[in-house]
């Protein structure tokens, strides 16, 4: 689980056009009523008792002060800590900072000059400043030998056909400087606008993506995460996947949560369509994934779809008509790079998950489980298929599926 603190709610010093928190704003629901609590925050950190990412809106506009306060507890327990920004408001001393705590610096950056005009800072000359004064402070913090990840949203604007060299070009340079950590984020469409003048078309959506797969085979220091994941997706190696390809409950985002200015859990925003931040359900629930399973695709569903346990859907964030019972708008664009991926490993000479002869079983076991309100990797669904079918496992206490922890993470002893 992701833990995000968001001191200031989605307050930013930015308005990017196409930002997910908007509804949040447009409700009125910007930031917190009263100043963030730092003992508050402080006791939710402890009780939560992982890591954690200073998240927003922008959470530099955090003053300094409090910011160190809340890395050197960080660094204290944990020897680590991570920033997602903009970039915009990192100082020197910033930077002292970050080098000091171990801060790994997520920077949120849709290319060079006009290819980040989506990142809107008032006018476009401001725009255009900022969008160079972020460049210039992630290189700063390279110089210091800091961590640095971006990530960047694919919309008109550096992923169209004409542009989309100049983006492959910059991604590139990235490479070149040691950047190791790139994630490619979908527009997620939430305003008829937004749809109309930013989202790219299916097609060109998909030629992007398959560019960028071709892209990664020349770059040194860069595998794009999105990428990875799917490829361990195919092989059912999901451990470690970012929170897009979990089983999400938007009632309790098991794989994403908020720790606000005054210590209350709260879900992934991306959720938040309506502008209202939910507070989280006490039971974590998988109806959207049984539902999705057995409802056909004419009807917003998944059946029959060779990739299901892989794609699970995708995130409720970005379903159809923006209902979260709806499997992802996106699906198109997905099952055609899922497709693409597993062209790849059948020519490397492996089989895929989705083609694989106990895919069917997998999904029937992996069903099972979110149906009774658990979960468990792929990796672990088909190690008890294997443990079964070989007889090494016995019955576990549960009946003929495997059983997870309390996270639902992993197997238990039982279950093999």
């Not at 070149?176 to 097609?203: A, I, N």
Request: charged letters at 25%; glycine letters at 8%.
């Amino acid at each position: 689980m992701s833990t995000e603190v968001t001191p200031f709610g989605v307050l930013c010093n930015l308005s990017c056009n196409y930002c997910y928190q908007h509804p949040m704003r447009d409700a009125g629901n910007v930031g917190n009523k009263k100043p963030y609590d730092m003992k508050k925050m402080f006791a939710a950190l402890e009780k939560n008792g992982s890591d954690f990412l200073m998240f927003g809106g922008e959470p530099l506009l955090m003053p300094i002060e409090d910011l160190r306060e809340i890395f050197r507890w960080g660094f204290e327990r944990y020897k680590r800590n991570n920033i997602q920004t903009n970039g915009v408001l990192i100082t020197p001393a910033h930077i002292d900072m970050f080098k000091e705590f171990n801060v790994h610096v997520g920077f949120s950056l849709d290319g060079p000059d006009a290819l980040n005009d989506s990142r809107w800072a008032g006018t476009l000359e401001r725009t255009r400043q900022t969008t160079e004064q972020s460049h210039a402070n992630m290189r700063a913090c390279m110089e210091r030998g800091l961590a640095v990840s971006i990530i960047i949203t694919l919309y008109k604007g550096n992923a169209a056909p004409a542009i989309l060299p100049r983006l492959k070009e910059w991604i590139q340079q990235l490479d070149g400087m040691g950047v190791k950590w790139v994630r490619v984020h979908l527009l997620e469409v939430d305003h008829p606008l937004v749809r109309e003048r930013m989202q790219l078309s299916v097609p060109d959506t998909i030629n992007a993506l398959l560019e960028l797969v071709q892209l990664e085979t020349q770059l040194v220091n860069i595998k794009l995460d999105i990428l990875n994941d799917m490829r361990a997706l195919l092989r059912a190696k999901d451990d470690n996947i970012t929170c897009i390809w979990n089983p999400c409950d938007p009632y309790t985002t098991e794989a994403v949560q908020g720790i606000d200015g005054q210590g209350n859990l709260s879900n992934c925003g991306r959720t938040n369509k309506d502008g209202i931040p939910r507070v989280k359900a006490d039971t974590v629930s998988y109806a959207r994934q049984v539902a999705l399973f057995h409802t056909p695709q004419e009807h917003g569903g998944c059946k029959g779809c060779r990739f299901f346990l892989m794609c699970k859907g995708q995130c409720p964030g970005t379903a159809i008509d923006g209902d979260w019972r709806n499997r992802s708008e996106q699906c198109p664009i997905w099952f055609a790079l899922f497709e693409q991926l597993e062209k790849q490993l059948v020519a490397a000479g492996e089989t895929p998950l989705s083609i694989a002869p106990d895919r069917q079983q997998l999904e029937s076991v992996m069903v099972q489980l979110w149906d009774s309100g658990r979960r468990a990797p792929l990796r672990a669904g088909r190690e008890f298929l294997t443990q079964q079918t070989t007889k090494i496992a016995g019955e576990n206490d549960h009946g003929d599926v495997p059983h997870g922890d309390e996270h639902g993470d992993h197997w238990d002893g039982n279950g093999g």
